[in-house]
């Protein structure tokens, strides 16, 4: 979350590189990456100028998002689906959030606990198959929905970013 404003300052073509090199090494070497771009003589031309200014000993490659449609339960908790149903998320929460914002914020520590959530609905969808397991998901939907609307009734911080991302948003 600390990095959204120096990622936000970025032009256009650096926030794609940064968010290529980025998926590339991992999300551990944001700072390293912004320090690399701030005393950067130039421009960078792609990732891979970027990842060589990098003390990188072994750069992981992003992990393939599977296919959920390919008949195989996904084998990761967290993927790049969940990645990016949750940036949309945020997007449509803060329409004039830029993209690179929302991805560098579901990236961020503060957002993990909400990341752990989508990727875990998305499991716990994906293995629903009975009317025992569909209730008792609902059921507990329905329940912390409850929760999070007393949450947001007892902040008027909360009130206030809800009416202002959801204007259809009505307190109980």
Same mark, same amino acid.
């Given at each position: 979350?600390?990095?959204? *404003? ?13 968010? %290529? ?39 992981? %490659? ?12 996904? *084998? ?7 990645? *990016?149903?949750?940036? #949309? ?5 803060? #329409? ?6 929302? *991805? ?14 989508? #990727? ?23 329940? %912390? ?14 009130? %206030? ?12």
């Amino acid at each position: 979350m600390r990095h959204v *404003d120096a990622i936000q300052s970025l032009e256009g073509n650096q926030r794609a590189i940064l968010a %290529k090199a980025i998926a590339q090494v991992g999300l551990v070497y944001v700072p390293n990456c912004l320090a690399a771009i701030k005393n950067s003589s130039g421009p960078f031309q792609s990732e891979t100028d970027l990842i060589a200014l990098l003390d990188v000993i072994e750069t992981p %490659k992003a992990e393939a998002v599977e296919d959920v449609s390919s008949g195989e339960a996904p *084998d990761q908790d967290v993927e790049g689906i969940d990645m *990016d149903y949750l940036a #949309s998320l945020l997007l449509k929460c803060y #329409s004039d959030m830029p993209q690179a914002t929302a *991805d560098a914020l579901v990236g961020s520590d503060v957002m993990a606990p909400s990341l752990r959530v989508v #990727s875990t609905t998305r499991l716990a969808l994906w293995d629903a198959k009975s009317d025992f397991v569909i209730t008792a998901l609902y059921t507990l939907f329905e329940e %912390k929905l409850d929760e999070i609307e007393k949450i947001i009734a007892n902040n008027p911080a909360f009130v %206030k970013a809800m009416q202002l991302s959801r204007p259809d948003w009505k307190p109980n």
